[in-house]
């Protein structure tokens, strides 16, 4: 069965500092991952995703994420956090893909909440 | 850009009242889904839905949910009879049929009192 672990529910960073979000999870299979973020009574948006090609995934608002199979570890960075980056950053992990079912479905994380301080 | 779109985005109901939250998913997308987060806890699936069907539930999605597409645009999740419990956020989420990525809507906050 699949699970995310994220390793803090808040994280608090200065502005132009670096942004580390922490994702572990369990696969039975080699799993496709994913990171959603929710701005403030927005909804959940894909930051990137990781599905098997290059380890080392490049998203939006310059947000990347390494998939690391030994540490089971797929941790969201960002070198200079943005007063914007503020929200719930989610974890998510989708065996389905890899099996080729049509479900799809994808097992989330607790989320962490990012606050940049001035 | 286009995206799912969900009313109400906000309920309060009372406690055994039926509810029905309202998607809309991206016009081109087959695979739909609901999933719910209660307050300070997770992301959790609901249901999977494809071709008139629901394809997969889980345990949460008791014979008190249930799913529709009464039309070809619209994507609804009923409670029958709502608890306190259901108080949540639920999300809508679609996908295409070719594609990789679930694209989700801003959610429905429903608070049963």
């Known amino acids: 069965a699949q699970s995310v672990t994220q390793l803090g529910s808040h994280v608090s960073v200065s502005e132009g500092a670096l942004v580390l979000l922490r994702c572990n999870y369990s696969s039975s299979v080699p799993p496709y991952l994913f990171w959603y973020v929710q701005y403030p009574n927005q909804g959940l948006q894909l930051l990137l995703k990781y599905t098997s090609a290059a380890t080392l995934v490049k998203g939006i608002n310059g947000f990347e994420a390494e998939f690391k199979k030994s540490e089971t570890s797929f941790h969201l960075t960002k070198p200079s956090a943005h007063m914007s980056d503020a929200a719930e950053y989610f974890c998510a992990v989708s065996e389905s893909f890899v099996r080729g079912g049509s479900n799809y479905k994808l097992t989330f994380g607790k989320g962490t909440l990012l606050t940049v301080n001035p | 850009e286009p995206e799912v779109t969900q009313t109400p985005s906000h309920q309060v109901t009372q406690m055994g009242q039926e509810v029905i939250l309202r998607c809309v998913p991206i016009s081109n997308h087959l695979y739909f889904y609901w999933y719910r987060q209660i307050l300070g806890q997770k992301v959790e699936f609901l249901v999977s839905?494809?071709?008139?069907?629901?394809?997969?539930k889980s345990e949460i999605f008791d014979d008190q949910f249930s799913v529709e597409r009464p039309d070809g645009s619209n994507f609804t999740l009923k409670i029958r009879s709502t608890k306190l419990e259901d108080s949540a956020m639920y999300f809508c989420a679609s996908r295409a049929s070719s594609g990789n990525t679930i694209y989700f809507g801003e959610g429905s906050w429903l608070t049963v009192v």
């Open positions: 839905f494809y071709n008139n069907e629901i394809s997969e």
